[in-house]
């Protein structure tokens, strides 16, 4: 089992988060690509409902996580921690300079053609929820979003992954887009749907989820009373 | 001079922008490490204005540019583009995997911490301007972009560039941050102001700025009749 508090590989994760977050705070990509490959990882704990400590902005200059040590590197920006992890293991990112960049094109597809249109819709639907303005700007970013995912939709056709087989990129593209649970705008591209229930049907995806919500699950608050 | 009609490295352009996008077009950033490097490239233009062939989806999922292949690869995404050029010249991405990592991560917090925030105001500055809702959303966009790049600033704090020398994060930076030009939300920050202004002297980026300017010259449309 990689959660191994002994493990010289760290990564960064929030002690608990709200309902709508949890199972996609993005410790979850580096815990996943770490349970494809088997090895080990210790957890640290920040909490998500107070200021971070000031020493962590050297580790992580947003205050988010995950931020990620080894003996090698340290590092924030799951796409980067990604692309340290796919360096190290074949299984996650070929060693061939043409389908490894290919691999990285389309993890950086998806962390910048993809899910900048999806952020907006947060702030709309999560964030500033019931606010006039989102009414009429929900179907101007909608739209975007849609154009982005048919691009996407139509290049990955009818293949298994984004390439020959399965690598870095379809772990970030299925867990940018599981950020649409919820939602209906992925039932126009079925596709798309499969691909991320491949994603979450891997037994590494299932140990890393389970590892996630399991925190969440041993810090949940105490309810307020009424 | 890197524009070399023979040359094997070849960069996806537009022939045509309006002012609001020229300079600011994403083969700046290619042909900016291509000239850091002095490495030859031709140029193959697309028309903006119309929809792009259908065969440059291939090359391209968006329909967007740039689009970049030489001997060894066929990539899309600046970012990817700007790791492959790295990877084949140090003086781009360092080799030593912990510094190379830290650029990697620097220029994907641009592509996925920064740029993200500055896209909406994009929506509502420019594509949807004039527009009811904009009123009441810039304030809210806003103060995203605003803590993003307080975060980078604090980051950055007094270095010449974000990590001990010019990389391919530096790079990616300042032509993040220099599609807020025109705006005054920089003036908070005058550290990244100065970053960007240390970029734009470079030598190697006022040739790629003038190299892409110069083809949106010599193709602009005739005035249309009043």
């Keep these: 089992m990689p959660v191994d508090s002994t ?3 760290e990564v960064t994760a929030f002690r608990w988060v709200p309902d709508f977050a949890q199972g996609l705070v993005r410790d979850l990509r580096v815990r996943w690509a770490l349970e494809e490959i088997g090895r080990p990882y210790s957890v640290r704990l920040l909490d998500a409902t107070k200021p971070r400590p000031e020493e962590y902005f050297c580790e992580q200059p947003f205050g988010q996580v995950p931020a990620f040590r080894d003996d090698q590197v340290q590092l924030f920006e799951s796409g980067a921690i990604l692309i340290h992890l796919g360096s190290q293991d074949e299984r996650l990112l070929p060693t061939d300079q043409a389908q490894k960049m290919r691999a990285i094109a389309w993890l950086i597809a998806s962390l910048n053609s993809v899910e900048p249109a999806i952020f907006p819709l947060l702030m709309i639907n999560i964030f500033n929820k019931g606010e006039p303005w989102t009414e009429d700007a929900r179907p101007k970013f909608l739209e975007r979003l849609h154009s982005r995912l048919k691009c996407m939709s139509e290049a990955l056709g009818d293949k298994e992954w984004l390439e020959d087989r399965f690598t870095i990129a379809d772990l ?55």
Excluded: C, H, I, Y
């Design 7 to 9: 493990a010289t590989a």
């Design 172 to 226: 970030m593209l299925v867990t940018v887009l599981r950020q649409l649970r919820g939602g209906r705008v992925l039932d126009d591209f079925p596709n798309l749907k499969a691909l991320v229930a491949r994603g979450e049907a891997r037994p590494a995806f299932q140990r890393a989820l389970a590892d996630q919500l399991s925190v969440f699950a041993e810090n949940q608050p105490e309810p307020q009373p009424a």
